[in-house]
């Protein structure tokens, strides 16, 4: 017997649900969405407008890759969510 899973996404990763439900090797029996962005009821969900995919693909590397998303911003935007970070 295949144990079920509740899948919880996070972010841009809610917009993939429908396809990682599809893919499980397990049931998935509930999918908890935390602060993150919904698929479309119907039909193809983008993943990001055309405009934010040139910038992301401006932000790659020559690899393809982007850098770590705290790097996506200025540090003065970043901050204050590592109050710690300094000590």
Known sequence: MT???VLVA?????????VVVQASPRPVVASVFVD??????RGPTPGATAQ???VLRGMA????????WTH?????QVAPLFPNAGG
């Open 3 to 5: 144990t079920p899973v």
């Open 10 to 18: 996070h972010s841009n990763a809610g917009r993939l649900v429908p």
């Open 36 to 41: 993150a962005a919904l698929p479309e009821r």
């Open 52 to 54: 934010r995919l040139a």
């Open 61 to 68: 590397g020559d690899d393809g890759r982007l850098p770590p």
């Open 72 to 76: 996506w911003f200025d540090e003065a």
